[in-house]
């Protein structure tokens, strides 16, 4: 089953576009969502959980301010804020998924 997912956060971040993300949006004053169609929510293997979650980490990446073509340096250190952890729990609690959950508590 592919749906959309919403990713969105508080940020102050200018808006930011990566070739998986539909649509980004400014939803409040310092707040912006993510929109990701076509997103696997329902897996039936691993790699695609897997494949799942690297698209919701490259949007949550760009969300909070490590877009497509930034440096290493930078994408760990997003990796490492309350905007990025937060933004991926959000969405795999959306999605609600046994393998997408158990890869993302494995490695998170």
């Known amino acids: 089953m592919n749906r959309f997912i919403r990713l969105g956060l508080v940020t102050a971040s200018a808006v930011l576009t990566i070739p998986t993300v539909q649509a980004q949006e400014k939803i409040g004053p310092d707040q912006h969502a993510?929109?990701?169609t076509n997103v696997n929510v329902?897996?039936?293997?691993v790699r695609e959980a897997r494949k799942t979650l690297d698209r919701i980490k490259l949007a949550a990446l760009t969300l909070c301010g490590a877009p497509h073509g930034s440096s290493t340096y930078m994408r760990r250190a997003v990796m490492k804020s309350?905007?990025?952890k937060d933004s991926?729990?959000?969405?795999?609690r959306q999605i609600?998924?046994?393998l997408i959950n158990q890869l993302?508590?494995?490695?998170?």
């Not at 329902?42 to 293997?45: F, I």
């Not at 991926?88 to 795999?92: F, I, K, P, S, T």
């Open 82 to 84: 309350e905007c990025f």
């Open 42 to 45: 329902h897996p039936a293997t």
């Open 96 to 98: 609600d998924d046994p």
């Open 104 to 108: 993302h508590q494995r490695f998170h």
């Open 88 to 92: 991926l729990a959000d969405a795999v």
């Open 34 to 36: 993510i929109i990701l």
